[in-house]
């Protein structure tokens, strides 16, 4: 059975820093292009960033380029999102989520870890 | 950036009717749009990729159809389950960009 669970979430102070982790179980994490994918309160779905299997490529959305950075280690099945600078506006539910084998529309979900910014 | 814009934003539908809900991209986007059910305070979830393909394990009342610029999502006969939030999803192109969200609500 595929498992995402997401770590790492809290309340952070404007300019604060944070670091997301996506545990992974149930597949061959290193086949598959891992991706974040955030929600803020009473919103509707934000794609965030994507990586691929050897960390080759990565795509940011432009209001978080510069301050988050994604990664992953597939030895340890896991996802990374890094966020510095944080904003008022990256409060939000953030997701965990694996590719398709083909293509960059997401099969499986986490369960979200909530990151809140604020003084 | 390409920009998803669903239709309608919110309905109301009886148990049994035939529910579908509309997704216009800005440009082309061939058959690289996926469909996602959520319901509240849960994750989404996968209903429908490269326009038509069903995801395992979900009912066959779902269905999907569109390509280039015009998507639909089909309810057959809807359920009481099906009450949630449904968001189309590019991946055409990055940025990947989703729809803004349709409420769907059971009377």
């Known amino acids: 059975e595929v498992q995402l669970v997401e770590s790492g979430g809290g309340l952070v102070k404007p300019g604060g820093s944070l670091r997301l982790s996506c545990a992974a179980s149930?597949?061959?994490?290193?086949?598959?292009?891992m991706n974040w994918v955030r929600q803020a309160p009473g919103k509707g779905l934000e794609w965030v960033s994507s990586?691929?299997?050897?960390?080759?490529?990565?795509y940011y959305t432009d209001s978080v380029e510069g301050r988050f950075t994604i990664s992953r280690d597939n030895a340890k099945n896991s996802l990374y999102l890094q966020m510095n600078s944080l904003r008022a506006e990256d409060t939000a539910v953030y997701f965990c989520?694996?590719?398709?084998?083909?293509?960059?529309?997401?099969?499986?979900w986490g369960q979200g870890t909530l990151v809140t910014v604020s003084s | 950036d390409i920009q998803m814009t669903q239709s309608p934003s919110s309905l109301s539908a009886s148990v049994g009717d035939r529910v579908t809900i509309t997704c216009r991209a800005s440009?082309?986007?061939?058959?690289?749009l996926a469909w996602y059910q959520q319901k509240p305070e849960k994750a989404p979830k996968s209903l429908i990729y490269?326009?038509?393909n069903l995801q395992s394990g979900v009912p066959s009342r779902f269905s999907g159809s569109g390509s280039g610029t015009d998507f639909t999502l089909t309810i057959s006969s809807l359920q009481p389950e099906d009450s949630a939030t449904y968001y189309c999803?590019?991946?055409?192109?990055?940025?990947?960009?989703f729809g803004q969200g349709t409420r769907l609500e059971i009377k």
């Open positions: 149930g597949f061959t994490f290193s086949r598959y292009s």
């Open positions: 490269t326009a038509s």
């Open positions: 440009q082309g986007i061939s058959i690289w």
């Open positions: 989520a694996r590719d398709r084998n083909t293509s960059s529309s997401f099969e499986y």
């Open positions: 999803q590019q991946y055409n192109s990055y940025p990947l960009t």
């Open positions: 990586i691929s299997t050897s960390s080759s490529y990565i």
